[in-house]
T-cell receptor, first 113, second 114 residues
Framework: NAGVMQNPRHLVRRRGQEARLRCSPMKGHSHVYWYRQLPEEGLKFMVY????????ESGMPKERFSAEFPKEGPSILRIQQVVRGDSAAYFCASSLIDYSEQYFGPGTRLTVT | AQTVTQSQPEMSVQEAETVTLSCTYD???????LFWYKQPPSRQMILVIRQEAYKQQNATENRFSVNFQKAAKSFSLKISDSQLGDTAMYFC???????????FGKGTKLTVNP
């Protein structure tokens, strides 16, 4: 049973470009969460999705950030017009049901130059 | 947990010895889960152990166990027989309010010395 998969593992973007981060949850998991980790910090919640629905996006910046989890395919975190402050590790987690343990992917390290 | 506090930024322990990492949290919920995650140099977040607040018995997973004090809102992690592979950042986490999203502490950097 494959774990949570994220790609790419490393992504370099110039300021103003778009970044697309992908997450495939564990088999059978229908709950996906995105977190951001800045250097020397813990993880901060961004958004919680179920298939075709955004359940909670209270941690998402109001502008430039969006997330989706389509009926088919991976969940996508999209950052438009990236700025240097977006440089961070972005982790995706999935769970089988709500209020259960979340299993994390290896993360995508985004560097904005 | 609305907030999660880890008061030990760094700790070290000798191989084969026991170490305890502290965590306190704040929540108004009565039923919730608490977690410890390990983040080795590879940056992968690995679930170490889970505690359900309605269970009085402390959770145990092999060499890892917790001391859960619900009234004190304390959730410490004990690592017995420390191994070099235990060297990592350890994060305590709890659910935010009644929601599924997790709130993480800032982490404790644990170094196991040979």
């Amino acid at each position: 049973n494959a774990g949570v998969m994220q790609n790419p593992r490393h992504l370099v973007r110039r300021r103003g470009q778009e970044a697309r981060l992908r997450c495939s949850p564990m088999k059978g998991h229908s709950h996906v969460y995105w977190y951001r980790q800045l250097p020397e910090e813990g993880l901060k919640f961004m958004v919680y999705l179920q298939k075709e629905n955004i359940i909670d996006e209270s941690g998402m910046p109001k502008e430039r950030f969006s997330a989706e989890f389509p009926k088919e395919g991976p969940s996508i975190l999209r950052i438009q017009q990236v700025v240097r402050g977006d440089s961070a590790a972005y982790f995706c987690a999935s769970s089988l049901i709500d209020y259960s343990e979340q299993y994390f992917g290896p993360g995508t390290r985004l560097t904005v130059t | 947990a609305q907030t999660v506090t880890q008061s030990q930024p760094e700790m070290s322990v000798q191989e084969a010895e026991t170490v305890t990492l502290s965590c306190t949290y704040d929540t108004s919920e009565n039923n919730y889960y608490l977690f410890w995650y390990k983040q080795p140099p590879s940056r992968q977040m690995i679930l170490v152990i889970r505690q359900e607040a309605y269970k009085q018995q402390n959770a145990t997973e092999n060499r890892f166990s917790v001391n859960f004090q619900k009234a004190a809102k304390s959730f410490s992690l004990k690592i017995s027989d420390s191994q070099l592979g235990d060297t990592a950042m350890y994060f305590c986490a709890g659910p935010q309010g009644g929601s599924e999203k997790l709130v993480f502490g800032k982490g404790t950097k644990l170094t196991v010395n040979p």
